[in-house]
């Protein structure tokens, strides 16, 4: 039986937490969904499931991972977002914002997930939040590659 993509975000995220939480990393309270859309509204996007599934396990996180990988509390993303994108939203950074990721919105169940290195345009790492989740899951130095 398939899984639901929704669940699976939700199995990933757990795992994830859990991972985080045992490198001692401070996740964030986790958001309300019509404050995750009403952010998204502002920053000229839109919120999808998969993303409002995200903040609604954890807020974001102070600090990095030990993979280097931080996700941003939504007060942060409407701090720096200022440019409005194409491809969406910056959510998440890499070492300090050597380089970001943003969620473009594909349809309401999903967003894909470009990396921004500002120097060129942003380029699809994972076509759904799901995939880029699993692939950090199974292996955070799959961050330094994108």
Known sequence: MLVPYRERVAV???S???RWKSEGIELLQPELPETV???FR???SRATRDVITL???LGGMEKMDDGFLRLWPLREMEAENSTRSEFGPIFADYLISCWCFR???IDDETSAVY???FSRPPELVASTLGEFLATY?????AAHAW
């Open 12 to 14: 990933q995220l757990q």
């Open 16 to 18: 994830l937490i859990h």
């Open 55 to 57: 903040f609604s396990a």
């Open 42 to 44: 502002r920053l000229g």
């Open 115 to 117: 990396v921004d290195h």
């Open 137 to 141: 899951e199974r292996d955070p130095r």
């Open 37 to 39: 859309e009403a952010t």
């Open 103 to 105: 969620l473009r919105p």
